[in-house]
């Protein structure tokens, strides 16, 4: 049929083409007959011993599910990945930046204003210095092998002073805002790169979003 849908064609290894391919003189690959073969034995067993058939599908089950309950899952990340997948050197990548062993957790803190103003003002950049610390110190983790609470400065292992930018920043903004201060060379709080002390650091991963430059000409 011409501009039609041509019908599907039907296994060979079910239905009526698998006992014509039986049935033939030249019954085409031993592989096909042998499945033809097995399938028919399955079929004349069950047929004949219905229960019995029962039965030992669901002694199988009952294992298999016994199995999946007793064997602990180690990773679920990659456990069902298939070898030689992409996902698992991206993923190796990411393991070995963020952490040398066991899985990596980055745990990340945002902080806005209520009145979604600029957080460059001295009371906001004070609150969050004090968020800092309290995260820092008091959010703690009980430890197995050594049966106590440790804080997070101690169970951290990697970036764990990514936030001290912060800090040093709101350091050098109340040392400059003293009565008496001058500019000085050792503490320049420009953006993107500033300076304090001869330490530079980097203010993008903080304040990436409405950020405005002013030129001052004197």
Known sequence: ?????RPKRQSILIGQRSLDVYGEQDKGPKFVIWII???RKWGFFISRWPWTAIIICLIISGL????????PQHN???GYTPYGARAKDEFQEYQDFFSSKGLPVAPYLFVVAKDNGSMIR??????????LNYAMNNITMYNRLTGENESFNHF?????????????FYNGYVILSEPGAEPTSRIKLTYPISSV???KFSLQTFWQYSVQLYCIFI
């Open 122 to 131: 001295p009371d906001y950049m004070r609150e969050t210095v004090k968020i």
């Open 37 to 39: 073969d097995k399938f």
């Open 64 to 71: 298999s599910m016994v199995k999946i309950l007793l064997t």
């Open 197 to 199: 002390f001869g330490r």
């Open 76 to 78: 679920e990340i990659t």
């Open 156 to 168: 951290c292992d990697s970036f764990c002073q990514l936030n001290e930018p912060i800090r040093q």
């Open 1 to 5: 049929m011409e501009g039609g849908i």
